[in-house]
Nanobody, 126 residues
Framework: QVQLVESGGGLVQAGGSLRLSCAAS????????LGWFRQAPGKEREFVAT????????RYADSVKGRFTISRDNAKNTVYLQMNSLMQEDTAIYYC???????????????????WGQGTQVTVSS
């Protein structure tokens, strides 16, 4: 069982920045593939970003490419999502997720992930 706890959400004006953090339990964090997803009211959960277990591969949704950066710190069992140039369309609950094991490839489907955090609200005002 892996527990994930997100933090760093909040209210920000359009054009601003936030950094989300997700702390994970477990002694094999360095073998986890990690992802960020988001869900806006009335919409389906959508992929935002993912980082491979090696940290060498990342992938972003087209809607956030160039504005968001995913990174990981294995020493702290934490994955981050740096969000810059925020837009109102980025308003959503943001979830981190993990796929355990040394998985090959890039995982962009929410169905591929084993464990989820409780989510953190990000609200971007005009």
């Amino acid at each position: 069982q892996v527990q994930l706890v997100e933090s760093g959400g909040g209210l920000v004006q359009a054009g601003g920045s936030l950094r989300l953090s997700c702390a994970a339990s477990g002694r094999t964090f360095n073998t986890y593939t990690l992802g960020w997803f988001r869900q806006a009211p009335g919409k389906e959960r959508e992929f935002v970003a993912t980082i491979s277990w090696t940290g060498g591969s990342t992938r972003y949704a087209d809607s956030v490419k160039g504005r968001f950066t995913i990174s990981r710190d294995n020493a702290k069992n934490t994955v981050y999502l740096q969000m810059n140039s925020l837009m109102q369309e980025d308003t959503a609950i943001y979830y981190c997720a993990t796929k355990i094991g040394r998985v090959q490839g890039i995982l962009i489907s929410y169905r591929a992930y084993d464990y989820w955090g409780q989510g953190t609200q990000v609200t971007v005002s005009s």
